[in-house]
């Protein structure tokens, strides 16, 4: 079953449940991932790929992350919390990303495959490295790597 479908088949057991946290970001999950269908030109009713499904996911845990950030600086925590709680929610739905051991093992041997040694292939080795690890890595933690692996 495809992410798009879990979500959908999600909804009437927060409704049944009562969770109106978790109805509410189900439902504003469905309809970002049925907009980004129409966005494709495809029907409304058409699902999107496990791949498709996973930007969208990441797109709206970025949004979160940003508004929690926004709320916390502003001193307004009371809106900041059902960030947290919405944001907790996608990621359950998100795949599980790379540790930073995980990405500093493959980098080191993309290093070598690229014959990386100093801090101007920076831009070059966290371009080919992205591409390589997409959708498996934070890139905050990818750059952490690459910086560390650079000095």
């Not at 029907?43 to 999107?48: A, G, M, S, V």
């Not at 809106?79 to 359950?92: D, R, S």
């Not at 980098?107 to 070598?112: D, S």
């Amino acid at each position: 079953m495809t992410i798009h479908e879990t979500l959908k088949q999600s909804i009437p057991d927060a409704l049944r449940a009562h969770d109106e946290v978790r109805l509410r970001t189900l439902r504003s999950l469905v309809t970002a991932m049925t907009n980004e269908v129409v966005a494709k030109k495809r029907k409304p009713d058409e699902l999107l790929t496990d791949e498709e499904a996973v930007t969208v996911l990441k797109r709206a845990a970025s949004q979160r992350k940003d508004s929690i950030e926004q709320f916390e600086k502003a001193s307004r925590n009371d809106l900041a919390e059902p960030e947290k709680a919405e944001l907790a929610i996608i990621e359950t739905y998100l795949p599980a990303m790379m540790s930073r051991e995980e990405i500093e093992k493959i980098a080191k041997a993309k290093m070598v495959e690229l014959n990386i040694s100093s801090k101007a292939d920076a831009g070059k080795f966290t371009g080919a490295l992205m591409k390589e690890l997409k959708g498996r890595a934070d890139g905050g933690d990818v750059k952490a790597v690459v910086d560390n692996l650079l000095q």
